[in-house]
């Protein structure tokens, strides 16, 4: 039987050749710019959920395909997890070629914090948009954002520092599975850091 390929373009960053009969890539091109991974996340899904198989795991080992090997895979909800914690991270027009992917707390980071609730409502608004707007495999999105002074010991420098941290809850339903979702991600404020 003759090999059936088809060509899968992305937005001019990878270029990959699918090989149906071997179920596999059997030569890739690949071209990397900073806001190309949720363009190449979302392409791989696409095809992992056409072979019914997960979805795959954030970071993404493009060598492994270049390689002719299985990138590592991991359930609907990791996959979400995973999503989720790209959205949080992502400054807004970080994403080459989409200025919407992200979220506004990199634009709050350093504004002064006059009311905590005005804040923690402007970031959870901030959230729920992104949200619903790039993680389409959850319905039902509530999100709390809370705001608070935490000590923290500061190794190198050998003193307790009083930081901003914001906790961020993400709750939903996952439409696939119809099962209830919850992400838990704490951030520190000014500068921004992850614990």
Known sequence: MKN????LHLRCDVTAFWNSERGDFSRTCLTFSPGCLLNVLRTFNVLTK????????????LHAVTEGRELPACDLETSIQKSLELIITTKFGEHRSDPTFGCEIWNLDFELIVSARL???????????SITSHEHRLTN???????SDIEKFNVL??????????????????????????FHTALFLSPLSVD
Request: charged share 30%.
């Open 4 to 7: 059936q390929f088809c060509f």
């Open 50 to 61: 056409q072979r019914n198989m997960g979805y795959y795991k954030i970071p993404l080992l």
């Open 119 to 129: 804040w923690e409502e402007k970031l959870r608004q901030s959230l729920l948009k």
């Open 141 to 147: 999105v509530e999100i709390n954002a809370a705001i």
């Open 157 to 182: 420098k050998q003193f307790t520092e009083i930081k901003k941290r914001v906790d961020i809850q993400v709750t939903g339903q996952m439409k696939k599975t119809g099962e209830m979702f919850v």
